[in-house]
């Protein structure tokens, strides 16, 4: 029965606005986003292996970095920097000759992050855990010289 000829008194319903059919849309397409941003950032990075180092580039990092670890060593003990600071500055130079050497991300990695790692970080974690105290303790410590020489350990044996 057309409209026209409905019984006094009848009222054909309102029809819905049509924000709310745009509501609905984007409250599905905001669902969907937040399914697919959570599928895509939880989901297994690809490993990259780094190509090896060149033998004659190994030789050459190390040697760079014995001679960094050195002079922080030297300016260390000419009271040039404190304690604190030749702690950090080693630390930063293990973890960054481990990244060029090998690809690993050690310079954003933390303590606890390295141990977990394995045991191809234990040489790694074992240095900055020795430097840590140093670092991070509550009042400068002297321990620089045997982290030197651990230090210097693991640049010269790393590959």
């Known amino acids: 029965m057309p409209v026209a000829d409905a019984p006094p008194g009848f009222y054909a319903p309102d029809p819905y606005a049509a924000r709310w059919l745009w509501i ?6 905001l669902v969907a986003a937040w399914y697919a941003w959570v599928w895509w950032s939880t989901r297994e990075r690809k490993v990259v292996v ?12 190390r040697a760079d970095y014995t001679r960094q670890i050195d ?3 030297a300016r260390a003990a000419a ?4 304690q604190r600071r030749a702690h950090q500055q080693l630390s930063v130079l293990v973890r960054h000759f481990v990244q060029e050497v090998s690809g690993i991300d050690a310079p954003t990695m933390t303590l606890t992050e390295l141990n977990a790692k394995g045991s191809r970080l234990t040489p790694v974690s074992e240095v900055v855990g020795t430097l840590y105290p ?3 303790g509550p009042r400068e410590t002297a ?3 045997g982290a030197g020489t651990v230090a210097k350990q693991v640049v010269a044996r790393w590959s």
């Not at 780094?50 to 190994?58: F, N």
């Open 71 to 73: 002079l922080v060593l």
């Open 50 to 61: 780094p190509p090896r180092v060149a033998p004659d580039r190994l030789t050459r990092l």
């Open 79 to 82: 009271e040039e920097i404190s």
């Open 24 to 29: 609905g849309i984007g409250i599905l397409a």
């Open 134 to 136: 140093g670092e991070f």
């Open 143 to 145: 321990t620089l010289t």
